[in-house]
Nanobody, 124 residues
Framework: VQLQASGGGLVQPGGSLRLSCKYS??????IAWFRQAPGKEREGVSC????????VYQGSVKGRFTISKDNARNTVYLQMNDLKPDDTAVYSC????????????????????WGQGTQVTVSS
C-alpha cells in the first residue's frame, strides 16, 4: 500500500482545513493521522477502522476534528475545525493491513506504512 497526504496550509486561529490521505494498492484495515511539532514527539491524532467504522480521537482534538472515509475515492479525510496554534505540526497518515484494537490505534508503533507529511500552520 502507498499513502499520499495532502491538504495542509496556513490558516488563522479558529479556521478550518481538511487533510486527505489517498491510499493505493492493498486496502488497509486501519488508517490513522499523526502529527509532529518542532521539538516534540510524534503523537496520534485520530484513527479509523475501515471494517466497522470505529474511530478514536486524541483528547485535545475531540469535538474539533473528524476523521472519515470515502471508499470510492480510496481516501481518508481529517476535517479540522476551530484550529489553534498548538495544532501546528507536520501531519502524516499511516496504515496497517489489519484492524487495530481501539486502545492501540494511536500508537505509531503498530503501523506498517507511512505517507509523507503535510504541513499545517495555525497563526495570525
Amino acid at each position: 500500500v502507498q499513502l499520499q497526504a495532502s491538504g495542509g496550509g496556513l490558516v488563522q486561529p479558529g479556521g478550518s482545513l481538511r487533510l486527505s490521505c489517498k491510499y493505493s494498492g492493498v486496502t488497509p484495515g486501519t488508517i490513522a493521522w499523526f502529527r509532529q511539532a518542532p521539538g516534540k514527539e510524534r503523537e496520534g491524532v485520530s484513527c479509523l477502522r475501515r471494517g466497522d467504522g470505529a474511530t478514536v480521537y486524541q483528547g485535545s482534538v475531540k469535538g474539533r476534528f473528524t476523521i472519515s472515509k470515502d471508499n470510492a475515492r480510496n481516501t481518508v479525510y481529517l476535517q479540522m475545525n476551530d484550529l489553534k496554534p498548538d495544532d501546528t505540526a507536520v501531519y502524516s497518515c499511516a496504515s496497517r493491513s489489519g484492524n487495530i484494537i481501539t486502545g492501540r490505534c494511536l500508537d505509531p508503533g503498530v503501523y506498517e506504512t507511512w505517507g509523507q507529511g503535510t504541513q499545517v500552520t495555525v497563526s495570525s
